[in-house]
């Protein structure tokens, strides 16, 4: 057993965890052939950022991000404003509105938000305070009936319409 060497589940889970975040962000990830684009701490920003590129906030933004792939907000990173991405990893704070395929909020995160996604994990420690929607049920919500469903929707209500006459 080595001198600094931690079999603790939470070390473990941590160190995967960073990891994980590490391959996404790195450039040798085949994703990421536009790059990685990094805001650092004690960095502000006002105004809306867009990038086709991994992103990560570790600074200040007052404003709306439009990612394409993998938006972080970083432990330093604080955003007053609207997130949307293919996926959305919270470590530092977001308030605003977040809409995404996957919303992850770290064990450091923190989101004051209404968040709309598909998949929606909370780490332990990790805080939310806001609403949230299923991604899923807004795409059928928002898609429009075809003809034949139209019509048939009518039918029915035509039917009981001429039963009533025949009552009377």
Not at 41 to 51: D, H, K
Not at 141 to 146: D, Y
Request: glycine share 10%.
């Amino acid at each position: 057993m080595a001198l600094f060497s931690s079999n603790d589940k939470k070390s473990r889970d941590k160190r995967e965890s960073g990891d994980r975040l590490s391959s996404q962000f790195s450039a040798n990830n085949e994703e990421n052939v536009h790059g990685v684009s990094t805001i650092s701490m004690e960095t502000t920003i006002t105004g809306t950022i867009e990038s086709n590129s991994v992103f990560k906030m570790d600074g200040v933004l007052n404003g709306d991000i439009k990612g394409n792939k993998l938006v972080h907000i970083g432990k330093t990173g604080l955003v007053k404003g609207n997130v949307t991405a293919e996926t959305v990893v919270v470590d530092g704070e977001v308030s605003g509105e977040i809409l995404a395929d996957k919303v992850e909020i770290g064990t450091t995160g923190k989101a004051y938000a209404t968040i709309t996604s598909a998949v929606f994990v909370i780490q332990e420690g990790g805080v939310f305070e806001g609403r949230k929607k299923m991604k899923i049920a807004l795409i059928k919500e928002e898609q429009p009936k075809s003809k034949t469903e139209k019509d048939n929707d009518l039918k029915p209500k035509e039917n009981a319409v001429k039963e009533d006459k025949k009552e009377s």
